[in-house]
C-alpha cells in the first residue's frame, strides 16, 4: 500500500485484509465461484464496500451469472471423470477467481495493494487447487473414484463455510 494508505490504516488492519484476501483465495482454490459470489453478494447488501473498478460484481447479472456457476460446478463436481476434467481447466480458473476476490476486498487505488492482491490471491488459489486435485486423483487410485463424491461433499461445505465466514469477518471489520 502507498504511504498515505499505510497512514490512514494501522498494520494490524493491513495484515487482516491480506490475511482475509488469501483464505478466500484459499476457498477459491477449493470451488472457483463461491467466494466471489460471498463477496458479490455481501457488495450487493452493503455489507462491504467494493472498490469502485469492483463495484460490477454486485450487479444482479453478476451474481445470478456466479450462482450459476456455483451449481453447475457443484454439480459437474460429483461426476467421476468430469471432476477430473474440471480440475484441468480449473487451473486457470481458479487462481483468476482467487485475485479477483482478494481484490475486491482492496480499498484504494495502491498499485501495490493490487499487485498483491493479484499475485497473492492467484497464487493461493492456485496452490490450493493443485493440494486439492492432487488429493482428488489419489482418491481416484485407492477407490476407483468412488471416494470422489463423499470428497466433493466435503469441500463443497469447506467452501460455503470458509466464505461465509469470511464474509462475516469482513462486513464486521
Known amino acids: 500500500m502507498d504511504a498515505a494508505a499505510v497512514n490512514s490504516m494501522d498494520i494490524s488492519a493491513i495484515a487482516m485484509i491480506f490475511t482475509l484476501g488469501a483464505l ?3 476457498s477459491a482454490g477449493i470451488r472457483a465461484f463461491i467466494p466471489p459470489f460471498f463477496m458479490a453478494c455481501a457488495g450487493g447488501l452493503g455489507w462491504v464496500t467494493l472498490p469502485a473498478e469492483m463495484q460490477w460484481l454486485a450487479t444482479p447479472v453478476a451474481i445470478g451469472t456466479l450462482a450459476v456457476a456455483i451449481v453447475l460446478e457443484i454439480l459437474a463436481d460429483k461426476v467421476p471423470v468430469v471432476d477430473h476434467a474440471m480440475d484441468a481447466v480449473h487451473l486457470l480458473v481458479k487462481p483468476a477467481a482467487g485475485a479477483l476476490t482478494a481484490a475486491a476486498l482492496m480499498d ?3 498499485m501495490i495493494a493490487w499487485t498483491a ?6 497464487a493461493v488459489a492456485g496452490a490450493t487447487h493443485v493440494a ?3 488429493v482428488r486423483v489419489g482418491s481416484t487410485a485407492t477407490t476407483a473414484g468412488t471416494g470422489n463424491p463423499i470428497l466433493s461433499i466435503i469441500e463443497d461445505v469447506v467452501a460455503i463455510g470458509l466464505s461465509s465466514g469470511l464474509m462475516y469477518g469482513v462486513s464486521h471489520m
Open 24 to 26: 478466500l483465495a484459499a
Open 108 to 110: 484504494n487505488n495502491s
Open 117 to 122: 492482491a493479484i499475485l497473492g490471491g492467484g
Open 132 to 134: 486439492k486435485a492432487s
